[in-house]
């Protein structure tokens, strides 16, 4: 499937893998809307989009835990487009710490309102623009984290929580937005490797069956359930996640770092 006259909106896109959803679509052929909770993040990563020699790709600022910005956005992004063809619900905050106790009540709130309440509105807001299109698709970057039983992430309670949310609102949408012909697709990946797309380290990361699933396998998952005729509908993609070798620290080996976007973007489920 081409991706040239596709207009793809992702939330997160400042850093980590929302900035790799960002450069992928852009070197796909797609016009690329980019958010995040700085502008001033958003138009680096744009620059660096045009750098490649995209144009058409644009910067915005949305909070996803404040009601107001998604507002503002939504309303910023009808100013620049009648449709929306793709929407990726990629931003979240990710939280740390398997301790309740160790997080603040704002810190706990900000946790699932950006992650559960942001995805819905952000829906909520964009689905006139999403009904524009002749091919609307919206993909969900949840997390293992959002499974039943899922209990291998270092996550907060709260995290957890949040995906939990988010996974049961895809779930619901998928069913009640189908006969309009909206498909939502989701994706529940394990830790994972997010080398940078724009360095050698992008095709050279082991892929092999024994190694932690890389950004570049997800990537892939997303542009394929895409890319399929309307008439298939992949509606969810579930991960096996690679056991820990002895001796392997896996915050260590992949690199991973803390990072706005669905959580630890960079190693972590997300």
């Given at each position: 499937m081409?991706?040239?006259q596709?207009?793809v909106v992702?939330t997160?896109?400042?850093r980590?893998?929302?900035?790799?959803l960002?450069?992928r679509?852009?070197?796909q052929?797609?016009?690329?809307?980019?958010?995040?909770r700085s502008r001033?993040?958003?138009l680096?990563?744009?620059g660096?989009?045009?750098?490649?020699?995209?144009?058409r790709?644009?910067a915005?600022?949305?909070?996803?835990?404040d009601?107001?910005?998604?507002?503002?956005?939504?309303?910023e992004?009808?100013?620049?487009?009648?449709r929306?063809?793709?929407?990726?619900?990629?931003?979240?905050?990710?939280?740390?710490?398997?301790?309740l106790?160790?997080?603040?009540?704002?810190?706990?709130?900000d946790?699932i309102?950006?992650?559960a309440t942001?995805?819905?509105?952000m829906?909520?807001?964009l689905?006139p623009?999403?009904?524009?299109s002749?091919?609307?698709?919206v993909v969900?970057?949840i997390?293992?984290a959002?499974l039943?039983?899922?209990?291998r992430?270092?996550a907060?309670d709260?995290?957890?929580?949040?995906k939990s949310?988010?996974?049961?609102?895809a779930d619901?949408?998928?069913?009640?937005?189908?006969?309009?012909?909206?498909?939502v697709i989701?994706l529940?990946?394990?830790?994972?490797?997010?080398?940078d797309?724009?360095?050698?380290?992008?095709?050279s990361?082991?892929?092999g069956?024994?190694d932690?699933?890389t950004?570049?396998?997800l990537v892939?998952?997303?542009l394929?359930?895409?890319?399929?005729p309307?008439?298939?509908?992949?509606?969810?993609?579930h991960?096996?996640q690679a056991?820990?070798?002895?001796?392997?620290?896996?915050?260590?080996?992949s690199?991973?770092t803390?990072?706005?976007?669905?959580?630890?973007?960079?190693?972590?489920s997300y």
């Open positions: 081409s991706f040239e596709q207009r992702i997160g896109a400042s980590d893998f929302g900035r790799t960002a450069i679509f852009a070197q052929g797609a016009e690329v809307f980019v958010s995040s001033e993040a958003s680096r990563v744009a660096e989009i045009r750098d490649l020699g995209h144009a790709v644009h915005f600022a949305c909070d996803l835990a009601a107001a910005s998604i507002r503002r956005f939504a309303a992004l009808a100013e620049r487009t009648d929306v063809d793709v929407l990726v619900n990629n931003g979240a905050r990710w939280l740390e710490g398997p301790d106790l160790s997080a603040s009540d704002e810190d706990v709130i946790t309102a950006s992650g942001g995805t819905v509105l829906v909520k807001r689905l623009l999403l009904l524009a002749d091919r609307p698709d969900n970057m997390s293992a959002g039943p039983a899922h209990q992430s270092d907060h709260a995290f957890y929580a949040a949310a988010q996974a049961g609102f619901i949408l998928s069913k009640r937005l189908r006969p309009q012909g909206v498909r989701s529940y990946p394990p830790d994972f490797h997010n080398p797309p724009l360095s050698p380290q992008w095709e990361t082991p892929r069956s024994g932690m699933l950004a570049h396998s892939e998952c997303v394929f359930a895409l890319g399929q309307r008439d298939c509908f992949i509606k969810a993609f991960f096996e056991p820990v070798q002895p001796g392997q620290n896996p915050d260590k080996d690199g991973s803390p990072g706005q976007g669905p959580g630890r973007l960079i190693g972590h």
